[in-house]
């Protein structure tokens, strides 16, 4: 059985997710990291009071990363956003998973990572897995 961030990880990773400032739906929000920092903070403490799960799909500022990596949902990234967003190597498997615990210990919920390979890695409920499109 297929969960609902599998499902929306597939979605995304197809390229048929809509990208706007009002989400792909009405529960989630991408964010618009090219706002200003003053509109992106506005929109993040929005988007907390009315239930919103946020979605991140690239890296922050240094400045706001502290700010909102703990309202962040779902962060959808590659191996070198995670990288530069975690400030740790991405050469190897384990690795690109140290990195993703670091995210998900700064309060994102789901991390997803489209790896080099063509593969995507999912940190989802305590578990890693790989997440195959045909």
Not at 5 to 10: D, E, K, N
Not at 40 to 46: A, K, R
């Amino acid at each position: 059985m297929e969960s609902s961030i599998m499902s929306f990880a597939s979605k995304f990773q197809e390229e048929k997710v809509y990208k706007t400032n009002r989400g792909v739906a009405s529960d989630y929000l991408i964010l618009n990291l090219s706002l200003s920092k003053k509109e992106i903070v506005t929109i993040v403490e929005s988007a907390v009071r009315e239930g919103k799960k946020l979605v991140l799909h690239s890296v922050p500022s240094e400045k706001l990363r502290f700010k909102m990596l703990r309202y962040i949902s779902i962060a959808i990234l590659d191996e070198d956003q995670l990288a530069e967003i975690t400030k740790v190597k991405t050469e190897s498997l384990l690795d690109i998973k140290h990195a993703m615990l670091r995210l998900y210990g700064k309060g994102v919920e789901t991390v997803i990572i489209k790896m080099n390979d063509k593969r995507t890695l999912i940190f989802e409920n305590e578990t890693f897995s790989f997440l195959e499109v045909k």
